[in-house]
């Protein structure tokens, strides 16, 4: 009898793509709740917890520094609470009246300026109130007459219709004539710098008269004379109000402008505000980009340039690149162009990136903008390709995304497909000239929106749920309490592929001795293993094991270790397997608390007769 030896190792990753037994020996066809550690070799995720628990379901969590400061705020319902994640400090309310739709928020400015889709909200580190309120109130006319004409200055805010002009008195004009009539109100009027008085309004006509004429100014002097109106337009306040999605871009390599869009009104619109205001919103800074039959959902940094990215129709553009520069008068201009098709997006939460590579959550798959590299066009690229046969099959217009710790992550139905940029990059096959990420998968992760904040050089990853509770990773935990889910086990498991170990006509025999697998040392950590034939429909439980390491600050008597070496050890399954063709073995870890890893699983076995079906 001839023994053979098989032996798994230096694993990577899942792998979706393709029947279980034909998966690389270094994936998994099935590895739920495994994340590589820093070596790249595969251990259970961390758990996570709930810290607050809010009325509605959370829409939003957001974090920004106000004076060294870092505020915490969650859109939870229709309201808005400043949170502070301790468990302790009870959330105080900001804001009322948002919509129950998920939100974004951008900071810009020295403020947290976020998108509701029903209003646009600024808070200051004090105060949140809509931005609607105290906007900026434009410089729309100077140079004019007391009869009309003048030199038009700063464009209509669309987030409000007052505006200001600036008139030359001529000293015997009493009467002056804006540039607009059917007027809402007048709300003030200065003259030589002072706020005026003895003056009337007639909004129909839109005049202001004065008792007496206001004196000229001297020679060469400027405007002296100032009205600010308000004359609304239906329907301007809610161009900027209903945006749902935007970005922090500017001229150069600057971040002082909001571009958003996201309007339903206006799906293939986007809007930028004025030069570091968020209250300002011109009427002339808007572009129309590509067809009204597809939505811009969101948009990337690309160098100087910002990519606009939208649906997928199957025909037009779906990628635009906008370069921003300053024209002869010193006035930013944003021009945009097509760049690629194919790449659309189908949701405004599924951008984020890997290092300085641009990712895009499309209905194929995750995809990188990126370029090629003998032509310098910029193209698409999957990278999800082991994970897309589950991932596409998800509900992915309700996903949403984040970059963590060098990797993607992408979070639908409970469940988490992740692309890790620690490892190597592989290939799809050997023709591929395209490199595709190691991918892993989580389940039991309820988040309906996510954040991703630093805080003393680490970084945190939270998620908000459809029950209203705020959540967190438990990567700050110590010790075996990490590994749980709100106090429940976490189902881990790492599978080989269904292996026929090079002959699938070849009947085999696993040995009774010489198999075990080998786990990752852990204060409190055990495993089961089980085995899956050709001839079985369920796996079947063949041996388990305990490794524990002894710590005087973690002590469980019922299970008292006095092991103290911290290094590998072997779970040995002493099972003997007779007449199959393939054997897949699942290594699997469903306890409380604790750890679990895998380093290498090794059989021994011996050919037998061939098989006869």
């Given at each position: 009898?001839?023994i053979?030896?098989?032996?798994?190792?230096?694993?990577r990753g899942v792998?979706?793509?393709?029947?279980?037994?034909?998966?690389?020996?270094?994936?998994s066809?099935w590895?739920p709740?495994?994340?590589?550690?820093?070596?790249?070799m595969p251990?259970?995720r961390?758990?996570?917890?709930?810290?607050?628990t809010?009325?509605?379901?959370?829409?939003?969590l957001?974090d920004a520094?106000f004076?060294?400061t870092?505020h915490r705020?969650v859109?939870?319902?229709s309201?808005?609470y400043r949170?502070?994640?301790?468990?302790?400090?009870?959330?105080?309310?900001?804001?009322?009246?948002?919509?129950?739709?998920?939100?974004?928020?951008?900071?810009?400015g020295?403020?947290l300026?976020?998108?509701t889709?029903?209003?646009?909200y600024?808070y200051?580190?004090?105060?949140?109130?809509?931005?609607?309120?105290?906007?900026?109130?434009?410089?729309?006319?100077?140079?004019?007459?007391?009869?009309?004409?003048?030199?038009?200055?700063?464009?209509?805010?669309?987030?409000?219709g007052?505006?200001r002009v600036?008139?030359?008195?001529?000293?015997?004009?009493?009467?002056?004539?804006?540039?607009?009539?059917?007027?809402?109100?007048?709300?003030?009027?200065?003259?030589?710098g002072?706020?005026?008085?003895?003056?009337?309004?007639?909004?129909?006509?839109?005049?202001?008269t004065f008792?007496?004429?206001?004196?000229?100014?001297?020679?060469?002097?400027?405007?002296?004379?100032t009205?600010?109106?308000?004359?609304?337009?239906?329907?301007?306040?809610?161009?900027?109000?209903?945006?749902?999605?935007a970005?922090?871009?500017?001229?150069?390599?600057?971040?002082?402008r909001?571009?958003?869009?996201?309007n339903?009104?206006?799906p293939?619109?986007?809007?930028?505000?004025?030069?570091?205001?968020?209250?300002y919103?011109?009427?002339t800074?808007?572009a129309?980009i590509?067809?009204d039959?597809t939505?811009?959902l969101g948009y990337?940094?690309l160098?100087?340039?910002?990519?606009?990215?939208?649906?997928?129709?199957g025909q037009?553009s779906?990628?635009?690149?906008?370069?921003?520069?300053l024209?002869?008068?010193?006035?930013?201009?944003?021009?945009?162009?097509?760049?690629?098709?194919?790449?659309g997006?189908?949701?405004?939460?599924?951008?984020?990136?890997?290092?300085?590579?641009?990712?895009i959550?499309?209905?194929?798959?995750?995809?990188?903008?990126t370029?090629?590299?003998?032509?310098?066009e910029?193209?698409?690229?999957n990278?999800?390709?082991r994970?897309?046969p589950?991932?596409?099959?998800?509900?992915?217009?309700?996903?949403?995304?984040?970059?963590y710790?060098?990797m993607?992550l992408?979070?639908?139905?409970?469940?988490?497909?992740g692309?890790?940029g620690?490892q190597p990059r592989a290939?799809a096959s050997r023709?591929?000239?395209?490199?595709?990420?190691?991918?892993f998968?989580?389940?039991?992760?309820?988040a309906?929106?996510?954040?991703?904040?630093?805080?003393?050089?680490?970084?945190?990853?939270?998620?908000?749920?459809?029950d209203?509770r705020?959540?967190?990773?438990n990567?700050?935990?110590?010790?075996m309490?990490r590994?749980?889910?709100d106090?429940?086990?976490?189902?881990?498991?790492?599978?080989?592929?269904?292996?026929?170990?090079?002959?699938?006509?070849?009947?085999?025999?696993?040995?009774?001795?010489?198999?075990?697998?080998?786990?990752?040392?852990?204060?409190?950590s055990?495993?089961?293993v089980?085995?899956r034939t050709d001839r079985?429909?369920?796996a079947?439980?063949?041996?388990e094991?305990?490794?524990?390491?002894?710590?005087?600050?973690?002590i469980?008597?019922a299970?008292?270790?006095f092991?103290?070496?911290?290094?590998?050890?072997?779970?040995?399954?002493?099972r003997?397997v007779?007449?199959?063709?393939?054997?897949?073995?699942?290594v699997k870890?469903?306890?409380?608390n604790e750890?679990?890893g895998?380093?290498?699983?090794?059989k021994?076995?011996a050919a037998?007769n061939?098989?006869?079906?």
């Amino acid at each position: 009898m001839t023994i053979r030896t098989k032996k798994y190792d230096r694993f990577r990753g899942v792998d979706f793509s393709t029947d279980p037994a034909l998966v690389d020996d270094t994936r998994s066809p099935w590895a739920p709740n495994m994340v590589a550690d820093m070596g790249g070799m595969p251990e259970k995720r961390p758990g996570w917890r709930t810290v607050e628990t809010l009325s509605g379901r959370v829409n939003g969590l957001y974090d920004a520094v106000f004076d060294g400061t870092a505020h915490r705020l969650v859109h939870a319902g229709s309201r808005l609470y400043r949170w502070y994640g301790d468990g302790e400090t009870a959330p105080v309310q900001l804001a009322a009246g948002l919509p129950d739709e998920r939100s974004m928020a951008v900071y810009m400015g020295g403020k947290l300026w976020i998108f509701t889709g029903g209003g646009l909200y600024r808070y200051d580190g004090t105060l949140c109130r809509n931005a609607a309120d105290g906007a900026y109130a434009p410089l729309t006319v100077i140079a004019r007459t007391p009869a009309g004409g003048g030199v038009s200055y700063e464009a209509v805010n669309l987030l409000t219709g007052r505006r200001r002009v600036g008139f030359l008195a001529d000293g015997t004009s009493r009467t002056y004539v804006l540039p607009d009539a059917d007027l809402d109100s007048v709300d003030a009027v200065e003259a030589n710098g002072a706020a005026a008085t003895g003056w009337t309004a007639d909004l129909a006509a839109g005049t202001v008269t004065f008792s007496s004429a206001p004196s000229a100014p001297a020679a060469g002097a400027a405007d002296n004379v100032t009205v600010t109106y308000t004359k609304t337009a239906a329907g301007d306040s809610d161009r900027i109000a209903k945006c749902r999605a935007a970005v922090v871009w500017g001229v150069g390599a600057a971040s002082d402008r909001i571009v958003a869009t996201g309007n339903p009104d206006y799906p293939n619109m986007d809007f930028i505000c004025g030069y570091a205001d968020g209250t300002y919103w011109p009427d002339t800074n808007y572009a129309v980009i590509g067809t009204d039959e597809t939505a811009i959902l969101g948009y990337r940094r690309l160098g100087e340039y910002l990519a606009v990215v939208k649906e997928d129709n199957g025909q037009d553009s779906t990628v635009f690149l906008r370069s921003g520069a300053l024209d002869a008068d010193g006035e930013a201009a944003f021009p945009v162009k097509p760049c690629l098709s194919g790449a659309g997006a189908v949701t405004r939460f599924g951008f984020g990136n890997i290092g300085d590579e641009q990712l895009i959550l499309t209905g194929s798959g995750v995809y990188a903008l990126t370029t090629n590299s003998l032509t310098a066009e910029r193209i698409a690229q999957n990278r999800s390709w082991r994970v897309d046969p589950k991932l596409t099959a998800e509900e992915l217009s309700d996903a949403v995304s984040c970059s963590y710790d060098g990797m993607y992550l992408v979070f639908v139905g409970g469940r988490v497909y992740g692309l890790d940029g620690r490892q190597p990059r592989a290939y799809a096959s050997r023709s591929d000239t395209s490199f595709v990420y190691e991918c892993f998968y989580w389940e039991n992760v309820p988040a309906r929106c996510v954040l991703r904040r630093i805080g003393g050089g680490t970084e945190e990853l939270w998620f908000g749920t459809d029950d209203g509770r705020v959540c967190r990773f438990n990567t700050d935990v110590e010790g075996m309490r990490r590994y749980s889910d709100d106090g429940a086990a976490i189902e881990a498991v790492w599978a080989t592929r269904a292996d026929d170990d090079g002959d699938p006509m070849i009947r085999k025999t696993l040995l009774k001795k010489g198999n075990a697998v080998t786990i990752k040392p852990y204060t409190r950590s055990s495993a089961k293993v089980l085995f899956r034939t050709d001839r079985d429909a369920v796996a079947w439980q063949a041996a388990e094991g305990e490794m524990d390491i002894f710590d005087w600050e973690d002590i469980d008597f019922a299970r008292f270790a006095f092991h103290a070496n911290d290094g590998p050890s072997e779970i040995p399954f002493g099972r003997r397997v007779k007449n199959y063709k393939r054997l897949q073995i699942l290594v699997k870890n469903d306890a409380v608390n604790e750890g679990f890893g895998v380093y290498a699983i090794v059989k021994h076995f011996a050919a037998g007769n061939f098989a006869k079906k």
